[in-house]
């Protein structure tokens, strides 16, 4: 397999030494107690299943070789906290040269604490991945959740996902492309030791580039509400 079959999702790494820059300048100039700190790790893993395909007759063996490099870099500030991730891995079949794939996965990531009661976290993501077995999928995802507690016992949660796909449907086996919005909200009441209630409001829109056949809608959302409840070891769970 060439690595020109894996570009689509190549280019975010462009902007990884950008980032390191931007990075290393707010830890330098921010605040003195800033810290960086960078990590590389490498890994290979070899994994051997005698049944690849579970089947009762004709079993053929598998060995799938892993060869991962993983990076991490992070800035630990006293009310913010900023992560850059970049993990690599490759997989080689060693009899199904088709499933053979390159994963790139990037992330950045904060955390922050805007006010006192208040902490936040926010993210972007990319996940991408293609072989000649089952073609390119790719996910990119931006994120932003939070919590405050609004009394000394009642917390407010909440937050928001945007995610941007080109992936396979399960039912037809088409490859799709789509963008799904969620949004949650929600609250937890702690009302002794081990006893609390949470009430949580969930509502997520899916939203296609085309239509597949005519049984499937072009757009589809999903409302959901949960309701937590327990007391004492005893417990009370309800999803609508």
């Not at 003195?32 to 051997?48: C, D, G, H, K, N």
């Not at 089952?134 to 931006?142: F, P, V, W």
């Not at 006893?195 to 757009?219: G, M, W």
Request: hydrophobic share 35%; net charge positive; proline share 3%.
């Amino acid at each position: 397999m060439k690595v020109t079959d894996f570009i689509p999702g190549f280019w975010i790494i462009r902007f990884i030494p950008l980032m390191l820059a931007g990075m290393g300048l707010f830890a330098g100039q921010v605040h003195p107690r800033t810290v960086f700190q960078a990590m590389p790790v490498l890994s290979i893993t070899e994994e051997y299943q005698d049944n690849f395909f579970s089947t009762q007759t004709g079993k053929q063996e598998e060995f799938i070789t892993a060869y991962a490099l993983q990076f991490t870099a992070g800035i630990f500030h006293e009310r913010h906290q900023l992560f850059l991730s970049y993990s690599p891995t490759y997989k080689d079949y060693k009899n199904l040269d088709d499933r053979d794939r390159l994963n790139h996965y990037v992330t950045v990531e904060g955390n922050m604490s805007p006010a006192k009661h208040t902490d936040l976290s926010y993210g972007l993501a990319y996940d991408g991945n293609s072989d000649e077995f089952s073609g390119e999928t790719r996910r990119h995802q931006a994120f932003v959740s939070g919590t405050t507690q609004a009394k000394k016992n009642t917390r407010l949660t909440y937050g928001h996902t945007y995610a941007d796909l080109y992936d396979r449907r399960a039912r037809t086996g088409a490859y799709t492309e789509h963008v799904r919005n969620t949004t949650r909200a929600g609250i937890d009441h702690q009302y002794g030791p081990r006893n609390h209630a949470r009430v949580t409001f969930l509502y997520e829109f899916d939203s296609y580039e085309k239509r597949i056949r005519t049984l499937y809608p072009v757009c589809s959302c999903r409302i959901r509400f949960l309701l937590v409840y327990s007391q004492a070891g005893d417990g009370y769970r309800a999803v609508i």
